[in-house]
């Protein structure tokens, strides 16, 4: 099991609050090594935003953030996954 929070990078976790076929909303954390933020991720077929502000996390990361809802959302037909994990290392995008 990895660390809540990692030593280098940051760690993206999405859960799911409510679905339907078309869209979800999500409860995302995001952790880097010294702290965590949190936001509310709105993922619809053809894009992400975001419902209200990001609070603590840093804007870089919540671009990688919206990419991940983003790809999400192209899982045509798929369900919605109820718990994401994503680690991304220093400078991936």
């Known amino acids: 099991m990895h660390a809540v929070s990692p030593h280098h990078g940051v760690r993206f976790e999405l859960l799911l609050v409510e679905a339907s076929e078309d869209e979800a909303r ?48 192209r899982r045509d037909g798929a369900p919605w996954p109820r718990r994401i994990n994503r680690w991304r290392a220093p400078g991936v995008r």
């Open 26 to 73: 999500y409860d995302a954390t995001v952790f880097v090594h010294d702290h965590a933020g949190t936001a509310r991720v709105h993922v619809r077929r053809d894009g992400a935003s975001l419902e209200g502000a990001a609070e603590g996390i840093a804007e870089a990361h919540v671009t990688q953030l919206l990419a991940l809802g983003r790809a999400l959302g």
